[in-house]
């Protein structure tokens, strides 16, 4: 079975500083990884993934994430960070396919801060 | 494309009554649909898997007979909520696999339910 692990449930980060939200994840086969975002009271959006290929992964507003597969993990950063990036990000996990499930870790609360 | 759509998106119920949310897939066919559950700051919790034309599979620890899952066609699975309590208040969320061109699961914009 896969799990995954967000050790951090809060970080605060001054606006146009750097930031890390670290992932983890533990499978015994190969697994896609994903990275959402949520803001308050609204669904999940998709961030960036991991299917295969390049382990540098970016998405269109400057986030990227590295898979590294000797550490299994999925780190999400951004060089700097805006005050609307302030949302819950979820790191995700699947071993593909139709009709394999998304298993998600417990979330980070990204807080940036004038 | 791959857009889900969830409705509705709020709703209010009186205990004991039943609530429907559906979640249609609007420009691809699923398959397969995923329910979620979300505690006010928690993550989701994995609910059933839906699959079109069967039976639901359900996760460990989540009743059957109350939250009843139908997938009656490749783009509508419904989440019937049954006899509702004010524990059952949550954010529940849809989601379905797509395959092409590019693997990814994509969401509803969830439901918020309240039971008073």
């Known amino acids: 079975a896969q799990s995954v692990t967000q050790l951090d449930s809060q970080v605060p980060v001054f606006e146009e500083a750097p930031v890390e939200l670290r992932c983890n994840y533990s499978?015994?086969?190969?697994?896609?990884l994903f990275w959402y975002v949520q803001y308050p009271n609204q669904g999940l959006q998709l961030l960036l993934k991991?299917?295969?290929?390049?382990?540098l992964v970016e998405s269109i507003n400057g986030f990227e994430a590295e898979f590294n597969k000797s550490q299994t993990s999925f780190h999400l950063r951004k060089p700097s960070v805006h005050i609307s990036d302030t949302a819950e990000y979820f790191c995700?996990?699947?071993?593909?396919?139709?009709?394999?499930?998304?298993?998600f870790g417990t979330g980070t609360l990204l807080a940036v801060q004038p | 494309g791959a857009v889900v759509s969830q409705h509705p998106s709020r709703v209010i119920c009186k205990s004991g009554t039943s609530v429907k949310i559906e979640c249609r897939s609007l420009?691809?066919?699923?398959?397969?649909m995923f329910w979620y559950r979300q505690f006010p700051k928690q993550s989701l919790m994995l609910m059933a898997t839906?699959?079109?034309?069967?039976?639901?599979?359900?996760e460990q620890g989540v009743e059957k007979d109350k939250f009843l899952i139908n997938h009656a066609s490749l783009t509508l699975s419904t989440l019937t909520v049954t006899s509702a309590h004010p524990e059952d208040s949550s954010f529940y969320i849809c989601?379905?696999?797509?395959?092409?061109?590019?693997?990814?699961?994509?969401f509803g914009s969830g439901t918020r339910l309240t039971v008073v």
């Open positions: 839906s699959n079109e034309g069967s039976k639901a599979t359900y």
């Open positions: 989601s379905a696999t797509v395959d092409r061109p590019n693997y990814g699961y994509t």
């Open positions: 991991y299917l295969s290929g390049s382990t």
């Open positions: 499978s015994s086969v190969s697994v896609y």
């Open positions: 420009d691809f066919q699923a398959t397969t």
């Open positions: 995700a996990v699947s071993r593909g396919g139709a009709t394999n499930k998304l298993i």
